[in-house]
């Protein structure tokens, strides 16, 4: 169940932000990948925040305020919340070196297969 909850919530943010630094490359070809990746960070890093800081905001009375019942909802709420938080992290910290590398890797590889078709394409058979 837990998975469940946290997998809505917490997938979107990354999906946003590839899909944001794909579509700066889409647009501008010769823009380098990390350029790309801080631009999309740039301008993904609002919702983001917001998104998760409301949530977050919503979960705290279930974790912090105590009354009937509380105690079974307790846990849940509290795992929820340090799994959107690290998600956050893991998100706007560890994803865009990742991107970036990725980006570039995907380049060379894709400049390679365009260099060997090339030299294919020229050889005489």
């Known amino acids: 169940m837990l998975v469940a909850i946290l997998l809505g919530t917490v997938v979107n943010n990354p999906i946003v932000l590839v899909d944001q630094a794909r579509a700066l490359r889409a647009e501008n070809p010769g823009l380098p990948a990390s350029e790309a990746v801080q631009q999309a960070v740039a301008s993904r890093l609002r919702p983001i925040a917001m998104t998760t ?36 992290l893991v998100t706007l910290v560890f994803l865009p070196p990742l991107l970036a590398f990725a980006i570039d890797v995907g380049d060379r590889l894709a400049g390679r297969r365009v260099a060997m078709r090339g030299a294919a394409s020229t050889e005489t058979p």
């Open 53 to 88: 800081l409301t949530t977050i905001c919503g979960l705290l009375p279930l974790v912090l305020l105590p009354g009937e019942g509380s105690e079974l909802y307790r846990g849940v709420g509290a795992i929820v919340l340090a799994g959107l938080v690290g998600a956050a």
